[in-house]
């Protein structure tokens, strides 16, 4: 991970912990089907907080300024859950200190879960 996108995920564990929502809101879809356009969002008092750019930056991932959102090139899955799970599995590579919450029975704490998402 590059100082940019070290700071952009530090940034970003100042406003989400393990268990926390993740927003999602899908901008674009291409003709073809194989890219879509996402923003990121979180709640902070009550009100949206973007976090689409920051989310680029630590994926590694194109933000398409045309669009203004998160390019996420693969279809067939739910894409929004994919830059989510992605997202915790880059903030937490080797898990979260204590479990956030349990997986076929078990305690988990794997990092790609630790988030949650909803579509708005």
Not at 59 to 81: P, Q, S, T, V, W
Request: hydrophobic share 35%.
């Amino acid at each position: 991970m590059n100082a940019q996108q070290q700071k952009a995920a530090d940034y970003i564990k100042t406003l989400v912990k393990p268990n926390d929502t993740v927003f999602t809101v899908l901008r674009h879809v291409s003709a073809s089907g194989m890219n879509r356009w996402i923003d990121l969002y979180v709640m902070q008092d009550n009100e949206p907080l973007r976090l689409t750019y920051q989310v680029a930056l630590v994926l590694g991932e194109k933000y398409d300024i045309k669009r203004d959102a998160l390019k996420i090139g693969g279809c067939g899955m739910d894409m929004g859950f994919q830059a989510v799970y992605c997202l915790g599995a880059v903030l937490w590579p080797t898990g979260t200190e204590e479990p956030h919450g349990t997986r076929n029975g078990e305690p988990d704490s794997t990092g790609g879960y630790a988030l949650n998402q909803r579509w708005m």
